[in-house]
């Protein structure tokens, strides 16, 4: 208790014997108890700091605005995604629109698809698929011909990243895709992987 009525000595200048006795020790068990409450904290288990990862939060769970990377996957809103066609078949698409609606802020960067071929025929082999793509209403390319998805498209294409028109949540984005030619005889083209990867708002 010396030590801790030296510091009282000290911070009041001198002038504690000024303090009557209750005064004084009120003032020295105050000091005694914050002096002993430090020393148990500093003692005590530390907390480790806080993962890198959520120092962007403005509150525990509540995320800053930022941006992500995400896929946009189109479904085939006809015949699964399957092209099939022989010279007497007149009931099968050839044509096909893919479509996924936006959930969050996108705009898109790049195009992936996948295309498998069924050979039964052998005329399927020369096919190509084209397509427009759309943000909304908005023509995503400088020509409204097709263009060969297939080539923009493959997971080996290199320099084919895109600048798409950024599109709000409810927002369709659509790939009409087409056959290059009707294969003359009965040949299967399945595509059911089409996606866009762009960048989200969060």
């Not at 509150?59 to 007497?88: D, K």
């Not at 990243?161 to 009965?186: D, F, K």
Request: net charge negative.
């Amino acid at each position: 208790m010396a030590d801790i009525a030296s510091v009282l000595g000290s911070i009041l200048g001198g002038h504690d014997e000024h303090l009557d006795g209750e005064a004084r020790d009120a003032i020295v068990g105050a000091l005694a108890e914050v002096i002993g409450r430090r020393h148990h904290h500093s003692a005590g288990p530390h907390l480790p700091a806080k993962p890198a990862w959520r120092d962007s939060e403005l509150a525990p769970g509540v995320e800053m605005p930022g941006e992500g990377l995400h896929p946009l996957p189109l479904t085939p809103l006809q015949n699964g995604g399957i092209f099939q066609n022989s010279a007497t078949s007149a009931t099968a698409p050839v044509s096909i629109t893919y479509q996924g609606q936006l959930q969050v802020p996108f705009r898109g960067e790049r195009l992936l698809c996948n295309p498998s071929r069924l050979n039964t025929g052998g005329t399927a082999s020369g096919v190509r698929l084209n397509a427009q793509i759309f943000v909304g209403v908005a023509l995503q390319q400088a020509e409204i011909y097709g263009v060969d998805i297939e080539l923009l498209g493959s997971a080996q294409a290199f320099g084919v990243r895109l600048t798409m028109r950024q599109a709000p949540p409810g927002v369709l984005l659509r790939a009409l895709v087409t056959e290059s030619y009707v294969p003359t005889t009965p040949d299967t083209i399945s595509l059911t992987d089409l996606m866009i990867l762009g960048r989200i708002l969060h």
